[in-house]
C-alpha cells in the first residue's frame, strides 16, 4: 500500500471542517520528467524527420538562398521576374506604407522558400539518378571508367553532409524487376552443367513454354506491383519464406553468432552482462535517434537501413496460419533468464539509463536467487522452439488472460532477451570440441532457455563468454552483426590503447566512456549513483494441459537438437591476406573450395546457394548467387584431377570472374530467384499452375553458404588488434541431406568456417567436410606455389 500511496501525485478529501489538500512533490517531478523526456523525443523525432526530408539539402541552406534572395531585393533588382510582386498582391493588410514593405520582405521569404523547396527536390530526384548507377560496380579496382569517376565526384558534391541513419531512404532507389527471358536463360545457365541432357531438355521446354505463355501475364502484374509497392520482393518474402512457416523456427530459421575467441575481458558473468547490454542499449538509442552512421560503400554509396528499425523491441507472435511481427516503439526493460526463472529489470532509473555497475548488481541478484521455478516456468521457451501451431493456440487459449499474459507480455515487449547459462563456453585449440559445444549452446540452447520468437535473446555463460541467437523475419544477419561489431570492439576498445580516441566518436556516452571497463577483479568499473531497482520475478499460473502442450513441444525441440551436426572449423593456415596476392577475390575463392569439397564428398555437384545483399536498392534484402557455375566445376574437376598447375589457375580466375559477375549481378537488381519466388507468388494468386515454376523452385539446396560482414564499422584496426577478431556465426542446414556453411574472413590470416548438417542423413557428416575444406584450400595454396 505505501508503493500505491506514494504513487499518487495529488489527492484532497473533504470534511465537515473543509477540504484537505496533499500533494506528493516526488511523484509530480516524476511526471513531469516522464513528460519532457516524452517531448523531447517528439521533437528529436520531428527534427529528423524533417533533416531526412529536406536531405541532401539542409536547414541552413534555406538561410542561405532566403539571404541572397532578400539581398538581391534590396538592391532593387527583382530575382523572381514579377513572382515576388504577385505574391505580395495576395498578403492581406498590405494599405499602409510600413505594412506594405512588410508584406513585400514576407513575400520576398516565400519565394526563397519556394526556390529552396525546388532546390532540394531537385537535389533529392538528382542523388536518387546518381544512385541508380551501377556500373562502378563492374570495373575493377584501379582502372575506373572516366563516367565513374565522374559520377563519384557528383556523389560527393550532390550526397549531402552528415547523414542520419534514414538520411538516404527517400533517395534510394527501387528494386528493379528483371526481364523475364533474361531470368530465365539465367536460370537454365545456372543448372544445365548439373543435369542430365535429358532433363535439361524437358525444363527447357517448359521454360520456353513459360516465357511465351502464362509468364508474360504473370510479369505484367509484379511490373505493377513494383510501380505500387516499395519494394516488390520484401513483403512477400517475409511472409510466405518466414511468417508462414509452421515448422519449427529454431534451427530451421533462427542463427547465431560467437564472441571474439581469442580475447576474455573477464569470467565475472554479471561483469560482462551488465558492460555488454549496457552497450546494446546505447547502440539502440543511437538507432532511435539516428545518431547510427548508414553504411555507405567506398564512403559513398549508401545502402538501405530499413532493417535496423526492428532490432528492438520487436517479436514474432505465432498464429495458426501465418505468424506476425510486432514492434513496440518504446521499451523500458528486458526480461532474463536464469535456472528455469524469468525476470523483469528495468533499464532505467529517473529517466537516465541505468550504469553498468548498477546493472551489475541487479544480475548478481538474479544469479544468487535460487529460488525454484514455477510449475511449468522451466521448459516455457520451448514453445517458441516447436511447431507453430500448438503454441499458436496455447498463446491463445493459456496466455490470453491473467497473470500468464502479464507476464507473456513483459517478454514480449522486453527490448531484448537475456539468458544467463550455467555452463561455461570457450575457444580451446587443445580441444576443437568445445567450440562445436559453445556454437550448439548459441543456436539451440537446451532448447527451452532462449526465447526464439524475440529479435534476439543475448546469451552469457558462466565464464563470461556471449554470443546471440536471433529470429530471421525481422531482419538478415548483417544487421546482427553490425550492432554485434560496434558492441564488442567498443568493449575491446575501451580495455585498450585507443580508448580515448573512442570516447570521442561514440557520442551517445561521450562523458562516461571511460568509466565502462573492468577493474582488477573483473568487475564494471565506476560506483552506483543509486540504489538500482530490484529484478521483478515473472509469475505464471500454467495448467496442466498447457504443461502437456510445453512438454510435447520440448520433445519436438529435443529432436532437432540431437539432428544437429554442427562443426566450428577455425582455419588458419592462411586468410584474405594470402588470396590477395592470388589476385583472386577472397569470397570466390572460397567458394571454389567449397565446390572442390563437396565433389570430393559426394563425387558430384549440386545446386548452390549463396546470400548476397540488395539494400543498392530502398528495403532491399538478400538475392541467391548460384555459385555453382560450369567454370567452377571445371576448376574443381581439374584440380582434382591433377591438371597442371597454370591450367587449374587459369580455370579458377575464369571460375573467379564468372563468380564476381553473378554476385555483382544480384547485387543491381538482375538476380534469379527473388524475380522467380515473386512470379510463383503471382501465379498463386491468381491459380494459375505454372510446371515451370513449380519445377525451378522445388529443386533443394544441398550446398547453403553465406559470408558474415566483417569489419562493416571503422571501429577497430584489426591489423593493429589481431587477437580480437569475432569467431563469426551460422545457421543450420536447408535440407535434410544437404549442409549449411558459414563463414566469416577474420583478418588477413583467419578464418571460421560453420559447417552444419543432420545426423539422420548417412552421408552427411560436417566433421568430415570441414576435414576435406581444410585440404582443399590447401591444395588450393599449394596451386600458386613455385616449386
Known sequence: MAEAHSAVAFSFTVTPDGYDVRINHEALKAVWESGVVSWKKRIGKLKNNIHN????????????????????????????????????????????????????????????????????????????????????????????????????????????????????????????????????????????????????????????????????????????KSW???????????????????????????????DALLVHNTSVQAARAANLIYAMLMYRR????????????????????????????????????????????????????????????????????????????????????????????????????????????????????????????????????????????????????????????????????????????????????IGFNAEHSWADAPIMAHMWEVVVTREHILLGADAPLMAQTWEACQQHELRHGYDEKGHCLGTPECEPPHPIRLHWEIPTPCIDVIESSFQVATKLMNDLDLHIMMFTEFGKGFVK????????????????????????????????????????????????????????????????????????NKAAETHQKLYRDTMTGRGVDRHLFCLYVVSKYLDIESPFLSKALSEPWKLSTSQTPHQQTDRLDLNKYPDRICGGGGFGPVTDDGYGVSYIIAGEDTIFFHISCKVSCPHTDSHKFGATLKKSLCDMREMFSKN
Open 53 to 224: 526530408g529536406v536531405f541532401p539539402a539542409s536547414l541552413y541552406s534555406w538561410l542561405i538562398v532566403v539571404t541572397i534572395v532578400l539581398a538581391v531585393q534590396l538592391v532593387s533588382y527583382d530575382p523572381s521576374f514579377g513572382f515576388i510582386q504577385l505574391i505580395h498582391l495576395h498578403i492581406p493588410y498590405v494599405n499602409s506604407a510600413s505594412s506594405s514593405l512588410l508584406g513585400l520582405y514576407i513575400s520576398t521569404i516565400v519565394f526563397g522558400t519556394l526556390i529552396w523547396i525546388a532546390k532540394f527536390l531537385v537535389l533529392k530526384y538528382l542523388l536518387k539518378l546518381l544512385l541508380s548507377y551501377h556500373k562502378w560496380i563492374y570495373e575493377v579496382h584501379g582502372r575506373t571508367s572516366f563516367t565513374t569517376k565522374l559520377w563519384f565526384t557528383l556523389i560527393k558534391l550532390y550526397g549531402g553532409r552528415k547523414p542520419l541513419l534514414m538520411s538516404y531512404q527517400a533517395s534510394i532507389p527501387k528494386l528493379p524487376v528483371p526481364d523475364l527471358r533474361s531470368s530465365v536463360n539465367n536460370y537454365l545457365n545456372s543448372v544445365q552443367h548439373l543435369m542430365p541432357a535429358e532433363k535439361y531438355k524437358e525444363v527447357e521446354t517448359l521454360a520456353d513454354d513459360f516465357c511465351k505463355g502464362v509468364g508474360k501475364k504473370f510479369q505484367r502484374y509484379l511490373i505493377l
Open 228 to 258: 505500387w509497392a516499395t519494394n516488390y520482393v520484401s513483403d512477400w518474402w517475409e511472409e510466405y519464406i518466414y511468417l508462414r512457416g509452421r515448422s519449427p523456427i529454431m534451427i530451421n530459421s533462427n542463427y547465431y553468432g560467437l
Open 286 to 465: 543511437e538507432v532511435d535517434r539516428e545518431e547510427l552512421r548508414p553504411i555507405l560503400i567506398n564512403n559513398v554509396v549508401p545502402l538501405c537501413s530499413a532493417q535496423y528499425e526492428r532490432q528492438f523491441n520487436t517479436t514474432r507472435i505465432p498464429g495458426i496460419e501465418t505468424d506476425k511481427l510486432v514492434h513496440f516503439k518504446e521499451s523500458n526493460h528486458i526480461t532474463v533468464y536464469h535456472k528455469g526463472r524469468y525476470f523483469k529489470v528495468l533499464i532505467k532509473h529517473k529517466q537516465r539509463f541505468l550504469k553498468p555497475a548498477e546493472l551489475e548488481i541487479i544480475f548478481q541478484k538474479i544469479l544468487d536467487d535460487n529460488s525454484a521455478p514455477m510449475e511449468g516456468e522451466e521448459h516455457l521457451a520451448a514453445l517458441t522452439a516447436g511447431e507453430r501451431i500448438p503454441w499458436a493456440k496455447a498463446r491463445q487459449e493459456y496466455f490470453n488472460h491473467g497473470k500468464n499474459k502479464t507476464s507473456l507480455d513483459a517478454i514480449e515487449k522486453a527490448a531484448f532477451c537475456v539468458t544467463f547459462d550455467t555452463e561455461p563456453q570457450e575457444y580451446d585449440p587443445k580441444d576443437p570440441s568445445k567450440l562445436d559445444r559453445y556454437g550448439k549452446a548459441m543456436i539451440h540452447g537446451k532448447g527451452y532457455d532462449r526465447w526464439f520468437d524475440k529479435s534476439f535473446t543475448f546469451v552469457v555463460c558462466s565464464n563470461g563468454q
Open 581 to 652: 596476392t592470388c589476385k583472386v577475390s577472397p569470397d570466390a575463392f572460397i567458394q571454389a573450395a567449397l565446390q572442390l569439397t563437396y565433389y570430393r564428398m559426394e563425387n558430384k555437384f549440386c545446386l548452390t546457394y549463396e546470400s548476397s545483399m540488395t539494400r543498392l536498392f530502398r528495403e532491399g534484402r538478400t538475392e541467391t548467387v548460384r555459385s555453382c557455375t560450369a567454370e567452377v566445376c571445371n576448376f574443381a574437376l581439374a584440380l582434382n584431377e591433377g591438371k597442371p598447375k597454370s591450367e587449374c589457375i587459369k580455370l579458377l
